[in-house]
């Protein structure tokens, strides 16, 4: 598969292996999501269905498709749940994803194929989301198995193999993230578009084996809790936010342009560079010549750039509010693949043979300045953890959070329902029900939550002021209603009884 250059390949493999192992962390992420998939993938195992568990109802979710809990079953069913070993679940997606992307580089680039591959293997960002059970990684791993087998598939018309796998690879990475829509719709335009009819009936056959069961599954489960309500919504994080209109959207779209390519992107490609001024000028560069890339292949349309044109799409246009690298990750090997698209072309046309070696360069040795620092700090982690100090690398405000759900685990019930900012948390690593309070300014609808628990964990996060703008109003209208029951170090949080 590998022809002569499988020395360098195993090097290279091993090499991103190493990375990914020294940048790994043992502990939970703190985004929550990644507890939502673990307990989801215990609400399956359980029996219970498709279920956020996690919550007093228990209801039926529909926002995140099963795939990432489908392929955390075995780990879960053999081990529990166990955070380190869920977390080789992701690792090896992301090792799965740097192999796609050295073979798919092989096939666009030919000789000059280790530029783009030795960019994607210093990339600091997705060594790092390699530990996280999150589904970006995943998602990519799928995707980029989807698009070199689609690719194969293509050179080689009479090979029918290749294109099974890529039709299962671009299916499951819809069973993954929902956003792999995208991925789908360009295999069906593109064979539409080469007149491939007859494979479009078979990639719909195979699509549809893990499209019709949970899209019959999501219509028959109640709730709103779905991808279009909160596209539409101008505010998730307020409850009564009305939902956009189109001028709300042509802002979305232009705030997102202007954030992706003056902030996300520079941070992904090139994050040691901080100071705002050569971060914009990067981002501005990078932004040029990835569409110049773009428009380089563009003129023998490819799948993959149907691709990058629907799920760049979606990501100017979801909302703002969310705007992140999580969303750009899944398309970042295809971004480097279109900067050295541009970079070659603009080689060949200035006469500058070195110019691909002198920029791969510089963007290596870039990173290499930003993940030797980041590899240092999560050794240093990681032996303070083996030490004993589960809390090693956390923000302090996280510590104190985590440091009350271990004295809820150790003293609470685990009949007592709990209300808190972050409820996925306290459900795993205690096992008391609990949900967050409704982000609004109705008095009612917050005493009618609050009526629901029997505890109020109240935080003093710094990254988040919810509390203090919805919980704590309410709170102070009747302070007789709650007794504190225990409070951390500074910054304190506070656990209070309801006194009902």
Not at 102 to 119: A, D, G, N, Q, R
Request: with cysteine; glycine share 4%.
């Amino acid at each position: 598969m590998f022809g002569k250059k499988n020395k360098i390949f195993w090097f290279f493999l091993i090499l991103y292996s190493i990375f990914s192992l020294l940048l790994f962390d043992p502990k939970l992420f703190i985004g929550g999501d990644n507890v939502r998939y673990i307990t989801l993938t215990e609400s399956i195992i359980e029996g219970n269905g498709y279920r956020e568990i996690y919550l007093p109802s228990e209801p039926p979710f529909k926002l995140y498709p099963p795939g990432l809990s489908i392929l955390l079953l075995p780990i879960y069913i053999l081990f529990g749940p166990n955070v380190i070993l869920l977390k080789t679940i992701p690792l090896l997606c992301g090792i799965g994803s740097f192999i796609f992307m050295f073979l798919i580089c092989k096939e666009i680039f030919k000789e000059k194929f280790l530029h783009p591959v030795l960019v994607f293997l210093f990339l600091p960002i997705l060594i790092e989301y390699n530990h996280w059970i999150l589904s970006e990684v995943p998602f990519l791993f799928f995707s980029l198995g989807a698009i070199y087998f689609f690719q194969k598939a293509n050179q080689k018309k009479d090979i029918e193999l290749y294109f099974i796998f890529s039709s299962i690879f671009a299916s499951y990475s819809y069973l993954i993230r929902s956003v792999g829509i995208v991925l789908i719709l360009a295999c069906i335009f593109y064979l539409f578009y080469i007149k491939q009819y007859k494979k479009i009936l078979f990639f719909l056959l195979i699509f549809g084996v893990f499209f019709i069961p949970w899209t019959l599954l999501n219509t028959s489960m109640p709730g709103s809790n779905t991808y279009d309500y909160w596209f539409l919504k101008k505010n998730p994080y307020v409850d009564d936010s009305p939902r956009i209109n189109f001028d709300d959207f042509l802002k979305r779209v232009v705030y997102n342009l202007n954030f992706y390519t003056f902030e996300i992107l520079p941070s992904t490609i090139v994050p040691c560079i901080k100071a705002t001024i050569f971060k914009q000028g990067f981002g501005l560069l990078l932004t040029f010549l990835t569409i110049g890339g773009l428009i380089k292949r563009l003129k023998k349309l490819n799948f993959i750039e149907l691709y990058t044109i629907f799920a760049s799409g979606i990501i100017i246009s979801w909302n703002e509010v969310w705007a992140s690298e999580r969303f750009l990750l899944p398309i970042i090997p295809i971004i480097i693949i279109y900067l050295f698209q541009a970079i070659n072309w603009l080689s060949m046309k200035l006469r500058m043979v070195y110019l691909s070696i002198v920029i791969m360069s510089i963007f290596v040795l870039l990173n290499i300045i930003e993940f030797v620092p980041r590899a240092k700090n999560s050794i240093i982690n990681n032996i303070a953890y083996l030490k004993g100090d589960k809390y090693a690398g956390y923000s302090i405000d996280w510590r104190r959070y985590f440091e009350m759900i271990e004295w809820i685990d150790k003293n609470i019930t685990t009949d007592k329902i709990i209300m808190a900012r972050k409820p996925e948390f306290v459900y795993f690593l205690s096992g008391n029900k609990s949900f967050c309070y409704p982000f609004t300014a109705d008095t009612k609808k917050l005493k009618s939550a609050i009526k629901k628990a029997d505890y109020i964990l109240y935080d003093n996060f710094l990254w988040s002021g919810t509390t203090n703008r919805y919980l704590l109003p309410v709170l102070r209208q009747n302070p007789e209603n709650y007794k504190i029951v225990h409070t951390t170090k500074k910054p304190e949080f506070y656990l209070l009884s309801v006194i009902k």
